[in-house]
């Protein structure tokens, strides 16, 4: 017998029971799509914090503090910040930025909106960040000095607090103060965690005065004065910390200072993790189908013993019979799979919890060969009993 012929009862066979059929590549499908769909969600996930972080610049760095709530002798102050601005100590630091950050409530012609990242800091804090203004004006290292209340706000503020009015030069409350919206920043890519865009940037000193208080900074930014100098940089404000913090020789250090290629590196290590955690767990629901193959192959076979037995009496040798049923149960997984990426495809084109998916070309080739091989192995021990039943016991079966 051909392989043409083989495949074509293979067919036959498959489409006998046209719903069993169906319910058995309904869980390849959907576990060829959960695994394709859920690395997606993983790939994209990594993705937009790539474009986030690389959107900080690369020659910027960021020193936090280790001891929160400690003491003040280790806290980070802006006394330490100008300390980095030292041209003798660190020659290869651009700017320096204090960061307080505080969440707040902004209230505008009666409507509210809350936002989880009220940032009080210098006039260079927005270079640094790579913001760019779509509209009006950036606060100043005047307005800094002068506690000025105006703010320039995100994308997402403008939009749920002003909708058709244009924000520059209106006031909005929070914290009980009155600040005025001096620019709108340009949108930035956001992660799917958190929207970049959903925040305002105000002077230090007038969020100091009005949300955050008076006590240790959240963060120092610093610029340094080119992408090759970031490790001299980095070096430089550990010195001086060391100094002002009064760090012994092998002591630890009550801070942590990072820059944009190690945060993303980190970040990119936990998305990895990420993704390949979620194409375990949806790779459970292909096995999960596997065993439905297996449940319905053999059911198969014993629902047509009699067509078996005949079929060897008038000669059928193991190998056709074991091919026949092989054949069938390969169709079943790859026809799911092909079913499973389609719907993989589709689903990539909206956003899941956030983020939008981005299909990786060989999570499609590992699926749909999973696939295959599950119908080959599932369908394996089936296959093999249709194959070794005896002509006269199968002519018997009723």
């Known amino acids: 017998m051909s392989t043409w012929e083989i495949l074509k009862f293979a067919g036959k066979g498959v489409t006998a029971n046209k719903l069993r059929s169906a319910l058995t590549m309904l869980g390849i499908l959907i576990g060829v799509a959960a695994v394709i769909l859920l690395v997606a969600v993983g790939n994209g996930s990594a993705a937009a914090i790539q474009n986030q972080i690389s959107a900080l610049g ?10 929160r709530g400690g ?9 330490i910040a100008d300390a980095l601005r030292d041209e003798t100590l660190a020659p290869d630091v651009e700017s320096v930025s204090p960061v307080v950050s505080a969440s707040g409530t ?38 800094v000095a002068q506690a000025k209340r105006v703010t320039v706000i995100g994308q997402t503020v403008a939009e749920e607090l002003f909708e058709g009015v244009d924000p520059v030069g209106e006031q909005v409350t929070v914290g009980g103060a009155l600040f005025t919206v001096v620019g709108v920043l340009a949108e930035k890519s ?89 194409g375990a767990v949806a790779g459970i629901s292909l096995l999960v189908g596997g065993i439905g193959i297996t449940n319905i192959m053999l059911v198969t076979v014993t629902e047509r013993t009699r ?41 990539s084109r909206f956003e899941i919890a956030g983020v ?25 021990y089936p296959a093999s009993r249709a194959a070794s039943l005896r002509p006269i016991d199968a002519l018997r079966y009723e």
Do not use: C, W
């Not at 690369?58 to 280790?66: C, F, G, K, L, P």
């Not at 963060?219 to 940089?233: F, G, K, L, P």
């Not at 939008?356 to 394996?380: R, T, W, Y």
């Open 190 to 278: 956001s992660s799917g965690v958190q929207d970049a865009n959903d925040l305002a940037i105000a002077p230090l000193t007038a969020v100091q005065q009005t949300l955050a208080g008076y006590g240790s900074l959240s963060s120092i930014v610093v610029e340094a004065v080119s992408a090759d100098r970031v490790t001299a940089a980095q070096n430089e404000i550990a010195t001086i910390l060391d100094q002002r913090l009064k760090v012994s020789d092998g002591g630890t250090a009550p801070y942590r200072i990072q820059n944009a290629s190690q945060l993303l590196e980190t970040q990119t290590e936990t998305a990895d993790t990420f993704t390949v955690l979620l």
């Open 71 to 79: 003491t003040t002798n280790t806290a980070l102050t802006t006394e």
């Open 58 to 67: 690369t020659n910027t760095i960021t020193v936090m503090s280790t001891n």
């Open 307 to 347: 067509e078996i037995g005949i079929r060897k009496a008038l000669g059928a040798p193991r190998r056709v019979i074991l091919t026949q049923f092989l054949a069938e149960a390969t169709i079943l997984s790859l026809t799911g799979g092909g079913l499973g990426v389609l719907i993989a495809v589709l689903g």
């Open 356 to 380: 939008q998916p981005v299909i990786v070309p060989s999570s499609v080739v590992l699926a749909l060969g999973v696939s295959v091989a599950i119908g080959l192995f599932f369908g394996g």
């Open 106 to 143: 902004l209230t505008y012609d009666g409507t509210d909106h809350e936002i989880s990242q009220f940032v009080g800091t210098g006039g260079s804090y927005l270079a640094a960040q790579s913001y760019e203004i779509d509209r009006g004006a950036a606060f100043t290292d005047a307005d």
